[in-house]
């Protein structure tokens, strides 16, 4: 799970606090999206979850430690999908080859990689090497997973695919927070927070703040995404 509680920060010189009190909750297994429109504070508040930033006040618990998937995906070009998910298994977590290799085969099988573990990054599609990505973070076992604009290096037509992925991995009882400016992959997604000027202005499932949203940072991105 993951609990947010009163979070705030202020970067120096700023002339107005970037998180200004965030607090939320998020059950295990649960797949949560964070929208808001472009300054609102979203990548911060993600980097403070990860441990890359630190609040000045507040408290993030997460009973463990968080995995990032970077928009980028960051895969080693000169390693193979399976060597891609074995590397930080051995260097980090020192496990033995056989050990997270059985790991490795175990997450990229649950995410349809099978048929790739010999494929290296340029060889595979976008979403696959996505799927590369998650896998990798999977397998060091983090307590929750979190993805900074995961649609946004995709073209329009592999969007789907990383709605079908989030399920898959959610399936397997991880929870996820994604910050995004993707509503369509908000709507797939159980829970929906905005955030306008370092403040959570709405929180709930995709029917209630995209359908009935309540707040005016809202209605413009929804607008925006119609456009
Ligand atoms: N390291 C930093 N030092 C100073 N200011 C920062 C730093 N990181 C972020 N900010 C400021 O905090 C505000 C929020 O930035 P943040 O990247 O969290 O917003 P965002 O909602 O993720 O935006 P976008 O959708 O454009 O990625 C911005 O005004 C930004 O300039």
Redesign the pocket.
């Known amino acids: 799970m993951i609990r947010v509680e009163d979070v705030r920060k202020r970067?120096?010189?700023?002339a107005a606090p970037?998180l200004d009190g965030v607090s939320f909750t998020l059950e295990t297994g649960r797949l949560a999206a964070i929208l808001?429109?472009?300054?609102?504070?979203?990548?911060?508040?993600l980097?403070c979850i990860v441990g890359l930033?630190r609040p000045d006040s507040g408290t993030i618990h997460l009973g463990g430690q968080a995995g990032l998937v970077f928009q980028s995906f960051e895969l080693f070009p000169h390693l193979t999908t399976l060597d891609n998910c074995v590397l930080a298994q051995r260097l980090v977590a020192k496990r033995s080859r056989a050990d997270a290799e059985a790991r490795a085969r175990q997450l990229l099988e649950a995410l349809g990689l099978t048929h790739r573990l010999d494929a290296y990054p340029d060889m595979l599609s976008g979403g696959q090497r996505q799927r590369v990505a998650i896998a990798r973070a999977l397998a060091m076992e983090p307590a929750v997973l979190l993805y900074d604009e995961p649609t946004s290096a995709l073209d329009p037509s592999l969007r789907r695919e990383v709605v079908e992925t989030l399920r898959r991995v959610g399936s397997l009882g991880m929870t996820q927070l994604v910050?995004t400016?993707d509503v369509a992959l908000a709507r797939a997604s159980e829970v929906v927070l905005v955030?306008d000027h370092g403040h959570l202005v709405e929180q709930g499932p995709p029917q209630q703040v995209l359908d009935a949203p309540r707040h005016d940072a809202t209605r413009r991105l929804l607008a925006q995404a119609h456009d």
């Open positions: 970067f120096p010189g700023a970037t808001g429109p472009s300054g609102s504070g979203k990548s911060t508040l980097r930033e910050v400016h955030l």
